[in-house]
C-alpha cells in the first residue's frame, strides 16, 4: 500500500476511534494509549504496554523502562523529525498537566488530535510548533 494511503486511513482510524472521547486513566483512554493504538494502525509493533490507572502509574511504568516521559518513550522507538517536517499521522509531544508530557497524532496542516486542558474530549487542535517538545516520523 502506497505510504500516503497507509497514513490517511491509519490516521482516520485513529480519528474515529478516540475523537470525541474523554480521557480516562482508569478506562485506558490515555494520549499513550492513543498512540500505541495508531502505531499499531500505521503497522508498526509497539511494544506491549504495562497497566495504568493514574499519572502517578504512568509515571513509574515510564520510569521502569528508563524514560523520563513520553518523548523519552517516542525516542526507543522513532525518528524525530523537525515540526514542519510532519506528516499526516506522525506523533507529537508536548508539556501534560502531570509533567510526563502529552502525545498527539499528527492531521495536517498544522494541526494534533489529542487531549486538551481546554476539552473535556480528544479534539483536533492548532499546534503550536514553539510548544511542541519532539515530532517522530511514523
Not at 34 to 60: E, N, Q, V, Y
Request: proline share 7%.
Amino acid at each position: 500500500m502506497p505510504d500516503p494511503v497507509r497514513r490517511q486511513l491509519a490516521t482516520a482510524k485513529t480519528r474515529d476511534a478516540y475523537i470525541g472521547r474523554t480521557f480516562a486513566w482508569k478506562a485506558g483512554r490515555t494520549c499513550v494509549h492513543m498512540a500505541r493504538f495508531h502505531l499499531l494502525a500505521m503497522g508498526h509493533k509497539p511494544p506491549m504496554m504495562p497497566g495504568f490507572r493514574s499519572a502517578i502509574g504512568a509515571k513509574r511504568a515510564l520510569a521502569r523502562n528508563g524514560w523520563a516521559g513520553v518523548e523519552d518513550m517516542l525516542d526507543s522507538m522513532l525518528p524525530r523529525v523537525a515540526p514542519l517536517q510532519m506528516r499526516l499521522g506522525d506523533l507529537a509531544a508536548g508539556p501534560g498537566l502531570d509533567g510526563i508530557g502529552a502525545v498527539f497524532v499528527c492531521v495536517p496542516p498544522f494541526k494534533l488530535l489529542g487531549w486538551h486542558e481546554d476539552a473535556d474530549e480528544a479534539v483536533i487542535i492548532d499546534f503550536n510548533r514553539d510548544a511542541l517538545t519532539g515530532c517522530w516520523r511514523v
